[in-house]
């Protein structure tokens, strides 16, 4: 249950910031409880005990502690304009648009920043809430105080998270998420026709959850690995076992489906399998693949210091042994690879366990073991501590800036929510303020902001029939619904990475118990939190769509630009080491790739939402990003295959590779170019296959057996991978001319 539990929440960072928020309020409202305030100080102070805890995210304790101190002088000087300015309608308007322009510029200055500036908007909000008075300012201020004090009690001393303890905790969620993508790939064996389609989709499901892990692991291994020379050694693992895992699938879906099965089918929903999902024979070598499934899944599950034992040896040195063609099945060629590939697998996970590990007993090694190890000694030893710092590119200026941009669009888009707020409500205008400051954070395209906004609209209509019920049950029994308001606020959190319309209805649930908990609870107060929240998603909308805006479009052609330019740099790299060039940090330009291709998949919601009434544009964006993904997992396995060239004794170098690939180089390069302008005129080359060009007797190329055939079928895919972007994309096609 507990790895379950560490799978669905990867570093357990949203079970950790729902716990410590809802013990922030409970230490707050204990305190205050005991101090005898009235209720709605006692609603103040849970109110700024959650923003004080939610709004700083910086790794490092000392950093959170500093923001902490200085978050608590700004939330000071914040509720007490908010009071002193409440009651003069225009200053205190102007004020609060200026407020909303600095805290969205903050984000500008990083972690801290982004913190300080919310933390000044969100106390300036609650002065509203709770309609702050002159008189009751000096209680106020103590209110804040003690929240901030217990806030930072729950943080560091009730719930305290190190980066260490958070990339332990997110390794846990990697090798869990590993073994139910293991667990999934043995259904896939016995799934019969009628089931084939949804092993398969729960498969993509279980990829992408585990390259997720991946990419958590890799923001957090600055900060949580003790020096450089871990955090690549484990950053390397990481790659290795993901990459194995990915191919273990993709021979799985070659053996089940009795031919070549491409790597688009992984990554593109509703991809069927190809000869229509048969099923292979029943016979000794299928139940030794199940037998062998199973004991990876349980060698990747077994927790550190549990791994250990003559048994589980047996099945290690048995599945390592598959890598050295040992005791291989008499079965086709394609189940046959199935067997490699759990060698290979079997190699990642030893390889993952000694990084997190370190030595272990070796005992009872067989020499197909002892050679894996020696192999990862080997890599290990190759891995220099020092890297390079790279100078960073020097950003956009002025309006071009997105902080300064967003902050000009969120000024103005309150500015309209302000006045058409004040029409709906004189008391409660403030709604739709807050939901247009909301749907601007985190979003950059006006489609992203156009989708946020219908999410909080949807959760705040079915919030408020939520808050009609709970507020008749609760009644005037002030601390059950307090309790009720905990359990909701954790529900948000936890919640809140995973659907934005979850986290809109139990915030809107919570609030409908706070106007009872301060008597101003109504059937018309609620309806008019429906009409602010559509009133503040349409300010939002219109601000982004006039006020320098930026198109989806627009963004994903940059974003989808940027990947094309990093999966250029990571196949050129990878070849030209394997080709015996100069070595380089080939896993972080990789890691650099999933990144710019997990900031495009974001991008593309809007366009691939299932309410979008453009279903061709969405068919196309799938696909589009389907194909990049599965470019993304060959030059990944070239990068992890030419590091290997240093040690690795079955992979020589050939200088003769670099020109094999120098077609999907240029065509990626082409392809990038048309999307940066439709009017260039670059085409893409098409030819002989790369394997062809590589076989024996062709001029000027090597012997087929001096690479290894896993490089040549990585390249020839990435090759049909980048041909298949031209159509979708509409680049021209120019077949190559024979050389004479």
């Known amino acids: 249950m507990w790895d379950r539990l560490a799978a669905s929440d990867p570093g357990l960072l949203r079970l950790t910031a729902g716990a410590r928020t809802v013990t922030a309020i409970a230490l707050t409202l204990a305190v205050l409880a005991a101090l005898r305030v009235p209720v709605p100080q006692l609603v103040a102070g849970a109110m700024a005990a959650m923003v004080a805890t939610f709004a700083i995210r910086e790794k490092q304790r000392a950093a959170q502690a ?101 990339l332990d905790q997110l390794r846990r969620a990697f090798r869990a998420r590993l073994a139910q993508l293991i667990a999934v790939q043995a259904e896939l064996l016995d799934a019969g026709p009628d089931d084939v389609d949804k092993v398969l989709d729960d498969l993509r499901t279980a990829t992408a959850r585990l390259h997720e892990t991946a ?86 599950l077994r927790p550190v210091g549990e791994a250990r034992g003559t048994a589980l040896a047996r099945v290690r040195n048995r599945l390592l042994g598959y890598r050295e063609e040992e005791n291989l099945p008499k079965a086709s060629p394609a189940v046959q690879d199935v067997f490699r590939g759990l060698g290979e697998a079997a190699r990642a996970s030893l390889g993952l366990r000694v990084a997190v590990e370190g030595p272990q007993d070796e005992s009872d090694d067989t020499p197909a073991t002892a050679r894996s190890r ?18 960073e590119e020097p950003g956009p200026s002025g309006l071009k800036r997105p902080t300064t941009r967003a902050a000009v669009q969120v000024a103005v888009g309150s500015a309209l929510a302000i006045a058409g707020g004040e029409l709906l409500s004189s008391q409660r205008w403030y709604w739709a303020v807050l939901t247009c400051w909301i749907v601007f954070i ?14 909080r609209l949807l959760g705040t209509v079915l919030g408020v029939v939520a808050g009609i019920g709970l507020a008749g049950l609760v009644g005037p029994h002030t601390w059950t619904a307090f309790g009720l308001v905990l359990v909701l606020i954790f529900a948000m959190f936890y919640t809140a990475p995973l659907s934005y319309t979850l986290m809109s209805f139990f915030v809107t649930a919570m609030l409908g118990l706070l106007y009872t908990l301060l008597n101003t609870y109504s059937m018309a107060v609620l309806v008019l939190r429906v009409e602010e929240t559509a009133l503040g998603a349409a300010c939002g909308v219109i601000a982004a769509a006039v006020v320098l ?101 079955s992979i020589a170098a050939d200088p003769r590779l670099r020109g094999a690939c120098g077609r999907i180089v240029h065509n990626i390069e082409a392809i990038a170019a048309h999307v940066a302008d439709p009017r260039a005129t670059a085409e893409i080359e098409t030819g002989s296959s790369i394997a062809s060009m590589l076989e024996p007797g062709t001029l000027r190329t090597p012997r087929y057996g001096r690479v290894t055939d896993r490089v040549l079928r990585h390249l020839q895919r990435l090759d049909e991978a980048v041909s298949g972007l031209a159509r979708p994309l509409g680049v021209t096609t120019r077949a190559d001319r024979p050389k004479k």
């Open 66 to 166: 500093v923001t902490l101190a200085l978050g608590l002088p700004v939330a000071l000087a914040s509720v007490s304009l908010g009071t002193l300015l409440n009651q003069r309608v225009v200053v205190g308007d102007l004020f609060f648009v200026v407020l909303i322009f600095c805290a969205v510029y903050g984000r500008r200055f990083g972690d801290r920043g982004t913190a300080l500036g919310l933390i000044g908007f969100q106390v300036y909000f609650l002065s509203l809430f709770v309609r702050a008075t002159t008189s009751a300012l000096p209680a106020l201020c103590g209110v804040v105080c003690v929240a901030f004090a217990c806030s930072a009690a729950a943080r560091f001393v009730l719930l305290p998270q190190t980066p260490a303890g958070t």
């Open 215 to 300: 990419l958590l692991i890799q923001g957090r291994l600055e900060d949580g690995a003790s020096d450089p020379a871990v955090a690549r050694l484990l950053q390397r693992r990481v790659a290795d076992a993901e990459i194995a895992s990915e191919r273990l699938g993709l021979l799985l879906l070659t053996a089940r489906s009795a031919e070549r099965t491409d790597t688009l089918t992984l990554h593109l929903p509703g991809a069927a399998l190809p000869s229509g999902g048969e099923l292979p024979v029943r016979d000794e070598a299928t139940e030794a693949l199940r037998r062998d499934l199973q004991a990876l899944r349980l060698l990747m």
């Open 374 to 391: 020696e192999e990862l000694d080997a890599e290990d030893a190759a891995i220099e501590a020092g890297e390079e710092a790279e100078a």
């Open 442 to 455: 985190n979003t950059a395209s006006t489609g992203e902001i156009l989708v946020k906004g219908y999410r």
């Open 549 to 649: 805006p930026v198109h989806t479009d627009r963004r994903t052609n940059d974003l989808l630009g940027t990947v094309l330019n990093r999966l250029a740099e990571v196949t050129r790299a990878a070849v030209d080491q394997l080709s015996g060039g100069a070595g380089a940090d080939l896993v972080e330009q990789a890691r650099d790739l999933d990144q710019a291709l997990a900031d495009l998949r974001a991008a593309t919601q809007p366009l691939t939402h299932p309410i979008t009434p453009l279903r061709a544009r969405r068919d196309t964006a799938r696909y589009v990003v389907a194909l990049l993904e599965t470019c993304a997992y060959h030059a990944r396995s070239l990068a992890a295959t030419a590091e290997l060239l240093p040690t690795h004794p």
